[in-house]
């Protein structure tokens, strides 16, 4: 398979307007054009309608078998899921962008997984392709430093970012998708390409898996732009210590009094919520691992002259093993416990997301980096490192090992105009069709595509 990658890619991206202009770009500005699109019409988790409708309808006119909502995604197993009048915003955002109607209803109230199959004639084995969907809560830059604000793709649902990279990761998926059914002669075994909502805050892969969307695959692959593979071409051929992780939403129920009169009546939620950020911040790190403590929201009160009766926090845990993780779980409960007793207010916590840890198969990593060499535009292969962080695709990870299957989540190098989950996030979209031909050399190598043209 050769790619060219198009020095003019940056006009790749809005001159399309319908599925048919779209698919019949050069597979190297399709996938920018695709990611450009996507990018525009962010979504946040589980809220992904008209980003997975696009999905489906691209691999359905690709001769995909596609499953979708409900089927994929195990209602009882969903964490996060957004409120009701939430949902229904995106769901009717997505309704009059022209999603098709058909589609949506089968996703309504936020079943917005999607697998696609394809299968061999001949026997072999079953890989998966796991590609993450949505966007980031946060506020996109507007300046003309900007890319997206520069050529005029920035998200159009203010509030919403993807300042992650997934619009890139989902744009890399379906454009293998493109390859993968080009090629379908030649295909052994089966590919499963694992398109999933709500990978932040780690709400949605646990579903996906509890749904069944990965039994019985011998493989599985995973990718990330930039993270810790921060220049162009290069490629970290597997992560390992994916950290555990789990995120808690806090509540605080107090009693509002008057803050001069009666202050000694009142019960103050809000300080007792501000005691326990202070403190879960100051948890003592773990001597065996890497752990992380963050509070990333803090709210409460009622008014400026009220000993304040409410207050909520949404802090997250993360830890290089499950022990660790534990070990921090236990002691934010404590801390929990102790602020709400110190100011004799009611706390409640609830489990809104989470992952185990995970790290990739040497015979995995080393299949990726035989498939990187065969690409063009490689500059650098890199072995196995240290993420950093967390992702939901360590417990698909976890998953497929557990039933003896070998499992990689593998970088792919960009420059990023600021960090991940920053405004001004961005990446060098001349990685995506590096990224796709890297998974392509790898079917390649898996054993699943057998025509050498490719």
């Known amino acids: 398979m050769t790619v060219i990658i198009d020095t003019t890619y940056l006009d790749a991206g809005m001159g399309t307007r319908t599925l048919k202009d779209e698919l019949g770009l050069p597979l190297s500005k399709q996938v920018i054009a695709t990611r450009r699109d996507l990018h525009r019409n962010a979504e946040p988790g589980w809220c992904e309608f008209r980003t997975s409708a696009k999905i489906i309808e691209m691999l359905k006119a690709l001769g ?12 009882k197993a969903r964490m996060g899921v957004p409120p009701a009048e939430e949902l229904a915003k995106y769901y009717h955002r997505a309704l009059e962008s022209g999603a098709d109607s058909g589609i949506l209803k089968r ?35 507007t300046t003309e430093d900007h890319l997206p604000s520069k050529e005029g793709f920035s998200s159009i649902n203010f509030g919403i970012h993807h300042n992650c990279g997934h619009d890139g990761h989902a744009a890399i998926g379906l454009a293998v998708a493109r390859v993968v059914a ?11 390409l694992v398109f999933q909502p709500a990978e932040e805050g780690l709400r ?27 220049k162009l071409g290069e490629v970290i051929t597997g992560y390992r210590n994916i950290l555990a992780s789990v995120k808690i939403d806090v509540t605080f129920r107090g009693k509002n009094a008057h803050a001069a009169i009666s202050p000694h009546v009142g019960r103050n939620a809000l300080l007792a919520a501000c005691v326990a950020t202070q403190n879960l911040l100051a948890i003592p790190r773990h001597g065996d691992g890497e752990t992380r403590v963050n509070v990333g929201l803090l709210s409460g009160g009622e008014s400026r002259n009220a000993i304040p009766a409410s207050a909520k926090l949404s802090a997250e845990l993360r830890g290089d093993t499950a022990t660790i993780l534990d070990h921090l779980e236990e002691r934010a409960e404590n801390i929990l416990q102790g602020a709400a007793l110190m100011q004799g207010v009611q706390v409640t916590t609830s489990k809104v997301g989470g992952s185990c840890a995970a790290s990739s198969d040497p015979e995995m990593m080393e299949l990726v980096a035989d498939a990187a060499r065969a690409v063009k535009g490689v500059t650098a292969i890199k072995g196995v490192c240290d993420f950093k962080g967390s992702d939901d695709a360590a417990t698909m990870m976890d998953a497929v090992q557990a039933q003896g299957g070998k499992a990689v989540y593998f970088g792919l190098g960009t420059e990023l105009r600021d960090v991940h989950h920053n405004p001004y996030f961005d990446f060098d979209e001349r990685i995506l069709p590096i990224g796709v031909e890297v998974f392509v050399e790898a079917l390649k190598r898996a054993g699943v595509l057998l025509d050498e043209r490719l």
């Open 182 to 192: 080009e090629a379908k002669a030649s295909l052994r075994g089966e590919i499963r």
């Open 204 to 230: 949605g892969a646990v579903s996906m898996v509890s749904a069944g969307v990965l039994e019985g695959v011998d493989f599985f692959m995973g990718c990330h732009v930039g993270v810790q593979a921060l």
């Open 107 to 141: 996703m309504h109230g936020g079943f917005t997984g999607v697998v696609a199959t394809l299968r061999g004639t001949q026997a072999g084995p079953t890989i998966a392709l796991r590609f993450d969907i949505d966007a980031n809560l946060g506020p996109e830059a």
């Open 64 to 75: 995909w078998e596609v499953k979708f909502g409900p089927d994929v995604v195990d209602a």
